[in-house]
């Protein structure tokens, strides 16, 4: 593509040839080279600026820049106020607007992201609209699955997945939208189809992320500004703020009015499905006894979210029914055995607040004991030992504490920490470090009626360990610990 075309709309200074043919964009000099443009991205720790030569020595002579940048004579600088802002129109012009050919559906929240918009893609899927996914687990479209590095990825790389996914015969997308995504330009030049918002409570704040509650609350705001339909939690307190400059709005709750009202919540659990079972009343229409296979009033809160958005896609809920009742999300509440005798659930839970949550959630099921494998994370977050051992030990009738990521710390010490603050709720434990012994004893150690909940981990399938990321699947170990037990 010529350069001309790829920095139509840019706001920039230079005298710099227009007719060159550009093959790609770069902000990583590890992929620069001959045509690539480069983009000096300013980052919280990295300045992008201070790798410009080694993309000049790797043959980048194109250069966009926000400050001055020392290069040969024979490098051409394109000067702009914000290289993030301008990455995002780069790449929305390279790959050639690909958000216009899709009905792209944006979640943004502290929590219910993850899970709604994979709630969104399987019943649109299952409806026979063809859609891609983007988040936190990664992106995926069809049979296809990329790693992301990021809950909403840099704007290049959602514009080139776009791209992708339309090409592939998408015509939804239901993607993850952060607050800092918004607040770095991740989503700039997106055109959103709708925007759902899910709740709203304290969270990224402090660090690199947002100095405070109401910087991240704005960026959460400024989202649906990009948004044509707005759909929003009733029972959070905020949604009325948040959505307010939205002219369609939708709204879903259990608490408050609102145009999908889920009642007569229950858990629901038998050989094979574990979930909830609830009343939905859409727009003056009664579905009884509708099924979502996730637990929690807040598994209801995501399906209700997606069956809005679900309906302004064009399906009919009976429709959505099936689906709904067949959700499989990897490490959110995820069933690995079902069964009479016991169940074992993976989930990503790794602060005291979600653990407490989860564990509220699955004493609705009322298991004859409920134990949970869990562990925190090393150099940082220390005060997650403190809440996480003080729910698990009021709130466990077993605790297993294992390694998490503890990386350069010794796992023998953050488990030591967080036994302490369990022993101080009065809960009873068991201290293994090595999360593969754990998970072994773990699941040798169930009775039947038992729960075994695998905290922290989630989707993910490594640890992080002295600056290494060290491989684990926590259901092969579960498996394998199952065979042996000739359960499988």
Request: negative net charge.
């Amino acid at each position: 593509m010529l350069l001309e075309q790829v920095l139509k709309t840019v706001k920039y200074s230079g005298d710099i040839p227009l007719d060159i043919d550009i093959k790609d964009i770069a902000y990583n000099s590890n992929k620069a080279g001959e045509d690539i443009l480069f983009v000096c991205l300013v980052g919280a720790v990295v300045d992008g600026h201070d790798f410009a030569f080694s993309a000049y020595e790797k043959g980048c002579r194109f250069f966009v820049c926000q400050h001055d940048v020392l290069l040969p004579d024979d490098a051409n600088i394109i000067l702009v106020d914000n290289t993030r802002e301008a990455l995002a129109i780069l790449s929305a012009n390279f790959f050639g607007h690909p958000s216009n050919e899709l009905a792209v559906i944006g979640i943004t929240g502290t929590k219910g992201k993850t899970t709604t918009t994979h709630i969104i893609k399987d019943v649109l899927e299952k409806c026979g609209i063809k859609t891609g996914l983007i988040g936190t687990v990664g992106a995926s479209y069809g049979n296809t699955l990329k790693q992301t590095v990021n809950t909403t990825p840099e704007s290049y790389e959602t514009q080139k997945l776009l791209r992708e996914m339309a090409d592939n015969g998408c015509t939804a997308v239901a993607m993850e939208v952060s607050s800092l995504g918004v607040k770095m330009h991740r989503v700039d030049n997106l055109n959103f189809k709708i925007g759902v918002f899910t709740n709203i409570s304290p969270d990224h704040i402090g660090g690199d992320e947002h100095k405070t509650f109401e910087e991240y609350y704005g960026w959460k705001k400024a989202f649906f500004d990009m948004c044509d339909i707005a759909i929003g939690c009733a029972d959070d307190e905020a949604t009325q703020d948040m959505i307010e400059n939205v002219e369609e709005k939708t709204l879903f709750g259990i608490e408050c009015d609102a145009n999908y009202i889920a009642s007569n919540v229950k858990p629901f659990k038998n050989h094979s499905f574990l979930g909830t079972v609830f009343d939905l009343s859409a727009n003056g229409k009664i579905y009884e006894n509708m099924q979502v296979s996730l637990p929690g009033y807040y598994s209801v809160y995501n399906a209700l979210a997606a069956i809005a958005v679900c309906e302004k896609m064009g399906i009919n809920i009976d429709d959505m029914r099936e689906p709904l009742s067949r959700i499989h999300i990897s490490g959110r509440t995820e069933p690995v055995l079902i069964s009479d005798d016991y169940s074992i659930i993976i989930d990503y839970a790794h602060n005291g607040t979600s653990l407490k949550q989860l564990l509220q959630t699955m004493r609705a099921y009322e298991p004859n004991r409920l134990i949970c494998l869990f562990g925190s994370v090393g150099d940082r977050a220390q005060l997650r030992r403190k809440e996480m051992g003080l729910v698990a030990g009021s709130m466990c009738d077993l605790s297993i504490i294992t390694s998490d990521d503890p990386n350069f710390e010794e796992p023998e010490k953050i488990i030591e920490e967080i036994a302490g603050y369990v022993e101080q709720a009065g809960g009873k434990y068991e201290a293994i470090a090595d999360r593969e012994n754990a998970i072994d004893y773990a699941v040798q150690v169930l009775q039947e009626g038992d729960m075994l909940i695998l905290a922290g981990k989630g989707h993910e399938k490594f640890q992080k360990v002295k600056g290494e990321l060290v491989p684990i699947d926590e259901r092969k170990c579960i498996n394998k610990a199952l065979e042996s037990l000739n359960i499988i």
